[in-house]
T-cell receptor, first 112, second 117 residues
Framework: KAGVTQTPRYLIKTRGQQVTLSCSPISGHRSVSWYQQTPGQGLQFLFEYFSETQRNKGNFPGRFSGRQFSNSRSEMNVSTLELGDSALYLC???????????FGSGTRLTVV | AQSVTQLDSQVPVFEEAPVELRCNYSSSVSVYLFWYVQYPNQGLQLLLKYLSGSTLVKGINGFEAEFNKSQTSFHLRKPSVHISDTAEYFCAVSESNYGGSQGNLIFGKGTKLSVKP
């Protein structure tokens, strides 16, 4: 079956712009989480959604937001981009809330 | 607050040798524990997980890990490594009573395993 699909794979944006990243979970998976990966900070939790409801949120500024649709697809948005937002953004999905997440290949965002 | 420490940032090893990647965690509550592997330019792949039950957990690709509650450790082992095991390995923890969810994973900084011929 298809894995977790993230689009686009690569993105270059200018400081001050906003960006929307998309994640399609594995079919039937209702839980989606987002993570930011940078060389300096490592992997950091952004959000977790389950059945369109945000269950948890990491320690990121309000410029980072997300949502989940009724088909479990999820998007995250970053407004007023800063150079420090350059990172690999990973989406992960799970069938249930506990059991181990399957990660997508990520979206590599570069802010210039 | 939870935290995860991976004691070695890099581990070089020869092919067919055994390897142990160390992971210690800190938490005031019960936890779920995970090991993920990341190959270059890819996402994370779940190797194994400890949710409850037997403290010795077997995963994919011949890896196993042992949960030691008294030492708050979850070390990853493989008896004989291959060149294809070269990758970065991440240990992660989540609270088991966090609304029943383990979506909020706290990751270690990663250990780069380099397998040499």
């Amino acid at each position: 079956k298809a894995g977790v699909t993230q689009t686009p794979r690569y993105l270059i944006k200018t400081r001050g712009q906003q960006v929307t990243l998309s994640c399609s979970p594995i079919s039937g998976h209702r839980s989606v989480s987002w993570y930011q990966q940078t060389p300096g900070q490592g992997l950091q939790f952004l959000f977790e959604y389950f059945s369109e409801t945000q269950r948890n949120k990491g320690n990121f500024p309000g410029r980072f937001s997300g949502r989940q649709f009724s088909n479990s697809r999820s998007e995250m948005n970053v407004s007023t981009l800063e150079l420090g937002d350059s990172a690999l953004y990973l989406c992960a999905s799970s069938l249930v809330l506990v059991g181990g997440y399957t990660f997508g290949s990520g979206t590599r965002l570069t802010v210039v | 607050a939870q935290s995860v420490t991976q004691l070695d940032s890099q581990v070089p090893v020869f092919e067919e040798a055994p390897v142990e990647l160390r992971c210690n965690y800190s938490s005031s509550v019960s936890v779920y524990l995970f090991w993920y592997v990341q190959y270059p330019n890819q996402g994370l792949q779940l190797l194994l997980k400890y949710l409850s039950g037997s403290t010795l957990v077997k995963g994919i690709n011949g890896f196993e890990a042992e949960f030691n509650k008294s030492q708050t450790s979850f070390h990853l082992r493989k008896p004989s490594v291959h060149i294809s095991d070269t990758a970065e390995y991440f240990c992660a923890v989540s609270e088991s009573n966090y609304g029943g969810s383990q979506g909020n994973l706290i990751f270690g900084k990663g250990t780069k395993l380099s397998v040499k011929p």
